[in-house]
């Protein structure tokens, strides 16, 4: 890509010079394309390119304009991997789950001034570690980025980053405290980040869900009542607050909250598995297991699901339909394998041979 003549002495970055930047920032990890031969302009078109090399981050354009008597040259870093779906926070032992907002597929804009190129490089490598779910990594960079304490996505995104790094320390032997220092760290974020804006619906309901893993269930309601009042159609805080009076054992308020949540959003396996949990602790195992019948139709790999229909067919003696349902969910997350062997509702199971043989991996 050649760049139109510089009129000022300022401290210019080419294409080429951005590449190196992120090379050097870190090495190997993400692999960068220059496309200016010849020239794209599409963001589509750069993308399909950038898959076909295998890059990870694209870097086009070349449109000029001029600034205060100087030509700058604009260019835009994409990253290819705009199919992945951003993660959430959920646990085998919860249904529970935060939603952040997605980040857009849309290319960052990059001017070829030296000041400005630093962050939008930063911010191009922060949000390709999160995609990557490198949360630690993603941190790294989002700190690196020039006044990032005062832009709320930003900060909103730290708070997920730190979110989603305590569900990611199994190896660590003292994972509750591991795990409460890093939500705590989350919830900091985001009280950032509706101080700037205290109208951020997605960062109400994340307050939410980390008070409600902190085990403030009380605060936690009034997090999702206000993302609830800010945004009346999100499906997700009607979801997580049914989970919160769940935990607060007000079943018939939570199955409310459920029944709004898959108003919204049919095809909200989450709510529908929730509903089932509820309605099971309210003694209506047939009601519970047509809800989880229809979290598994709506998400056959919702692994929760599974397990907590094969819960319910357990407790009812019907040990052919709770083996088959144990089985799959331990074939989809073999942390159940543990679990159900301390869970008072295969308690009846314990001490029979098949069971035995399938969550102790014997011959």
Known sequence: MRLVPRVTQVDMYTPGKIKDE?????????????????PITDDKDAVQKGKKTGAHLV???????????????????ISTNTSSTTPLFLDVNSSKKAIPILYSDKSIRLESVKQNVSSAVYTALAFEYYRKSQYASAIKMFKHIVN???????????????CELSNFDGSVPNKFLINESLLNESLVYYYKTIEIDCNYSLAWNNIGYVLEELGNHDE????????????????????????????????DEAINAFDKAIQLDPSNSFAWNNKGSALYSLGKY???????DKA????????????????VFSLINDKEQAMSDLKYAIELNSSYKEISRNDSYFEKLWTDEEFKK?????K
Request: charged share 25%; proline share 3%; net charge negative.
């Open 22 to 38: 992120i090379e050097k920032v870190e090495g190997n990890t993400i692999n960068v394309i220059i496309l200016d031969s010849p």
């Open 59 to 77: 870097i086009y354009g070349g449109d000029h304009r001029v600034v205060t008597g100087e030509t700058i040259t604009e260019f835009y870093i």
């Open 148 to 162: 990032y304490e005062n832009e709320k996505t930003i900060l909103f995104y730290i708070g997920n980053c730190y």
């Open 220 to 251: 936690a309601l009034k997090a999702y009542d206000k993302a609830i009042q800010l945004d009346p159609n999100n499906s997700i805080a009607w979801d997580n607050k049914g989970c919160t009076l769940d935990s607060l054992s007000r079943y």
């Open 286 to 292: 047939d009601e519970a297991i047509d809800a989880y």
């Open 296 to 311: 598994i139709q709506l998400d056959p790999n919702n692994s929760i699901a599974w397990y907590k229909r094969a819960c």
């Open 358 to 362: 399938l969550v102790n991996n014997t």
